[in-house]
Nanobody
Framework: QVQLVESGGGSVQAGGTLRLSCVVSGKTFSSGRGCLAWFRQAPGKEREGVAT???????KYSDSVKGRFTISRDNAKKTLYLQMNNLAPDDTAVYYC????????????????????WGQGTQVTVSS
């Protein structure tokens, strides 16, 4: 079992910056050591994979955020981060962190079906 708790959402103006955090916990030492990811969902739109990171910190990004967002992890703190720079109104959505629950993962994926555990979501609103 893996639990994820997100924080850092809020409202900013276009061009602004936010950093999201997600604390990962579980029953064993290896909990949360697999692949982690951030997804987002805007009203009336499909859930979109934003960024993902492997156990060895290989990363992938959606084309819409590449060059603006950075995903990272601190395994000692069991925390996942999403640094979001140069935010635009189209970035407005509920952002979710996700974990596959494995003890090791070397193939990060932006597909929701690859993940078994999800956070509660945090709202990000970007005004023009």
């Amino acid at each position: 079992q893996v639990q994820l708790v997100e924080s850092g959402g809020g409202s900013v103006q276009a061009g602004g910056t936010l950093r999201l955090s997600c604390v990962v916990s579980g029953k064993t030492f290896s909990s949360g050591r697999g692949c982690l990811a951030w997804f987002r969902q805007a009203p009336g739109k499909e859930r979109e994979g934003v960024a993902t990171i492997s156990s060895d910190r290989d990363t992938k990004y959606s084309d819409s955020v590449k060059g603006r967002f950075t995903i990272s992890r601190d395994n000692a703190k069991k925390t996942l981060y999403l640094q979001m720079n140069n935010l635009a109104p189209d970035d407005t959505a509920v952002y979710y962190c996700a974990a596959d629950g494995e003890d090791y993962c070397n193939w990060p994926r932006l597909e929701a079906s690859a993940y078994n555990y999800w956070g509660q979501g945090t709202q990000v609103t970007v005004s023009s």
